[in-house]
């Protein structure tokens, strides 16, 4: 049997991290998504289509949405499957709680940094219909900020405008040789 695999989609918003997550959850068996868009506006009695006021980005919000998503991963991780967390986890004090808990249940702890150019995510980012609340103007400001890449962690990068597919492909195959060192 092998290792479970904890997968941090890591990035800033409109780079393609929630499709390519969806492509690689469909190589996997027996894993559980966590997108935190969907999961913060569940969690605060809200539909996923539905723009969320400013309030909502809270800190105590934030870390709200963060504990719920962290019980959900060590739940799962316990049962034996395979995690996957899409959120932008553009700092490391966001990403070491989740870094830590998957090495605290003897998981694997990877990270899939995914990253698009500027004007393709000023595009994506001003259609309508998505979960994520991000506009380009939120895009510029949390990029100042970014720690990116992961390097606290072992993660591979990616090219979000690249065919989501192939780049599931890609990662599925990078994590199944990391999987074949433990």
């Not at 694997?108 to 994520?132: I, K, M, Q, T, Y």
Request: aromatic share 8%; charged share 25%.
């Amino acid at each position: 049997m092998r290792k479970r695999v904890m997968i941090l989609m890591v990035g800033l918003p409109g780079v393609g991290k929630t499709t390519l997550a969806k492509h690689l959850s469909n190589l996997m068996e027996d894993v559980a998504v966590y997108e935190s868009d969907r999961i913060r506006k569940r969690l605060l009695g809200f539909p996923p289509y539905v723009r969320l006021p400013s309030h909502a980005y809270a800190p105590d919000i934030n870390e709200s949405v963060f504990a719920h998503i962290r019980k959900e991963v060590c739940a799962n991780l316990e049962m034996g499957r395979d995690v996957i967390v899409d959120a932008t986890f553009l700092k490391v004090k966001y990403r070491s709680p989740f870094r830590d808990l998957a090495h605290d249940l003897r998981a694997v702890p990877l990270a899939v940094h995914v990253f698009a150019p500027e004007e393709v995510v000023r595009e994506r980012l001003s259609n309508d219909g998505r979960v994520s609340d991000a506009t380009f103007d939120v895009y510029l400001n949390l990029k100042a900020d970014a720690q990116l890449p992961p390097e606290e962690m072992t993660y591979v990068s990616v090219d979000g405008t690249l065919d989501p597919h192939i780049n599931a492909i890609f990662v599925w195959t990078w994590i199944k040789g990391i999987l074949r060192a433990f």
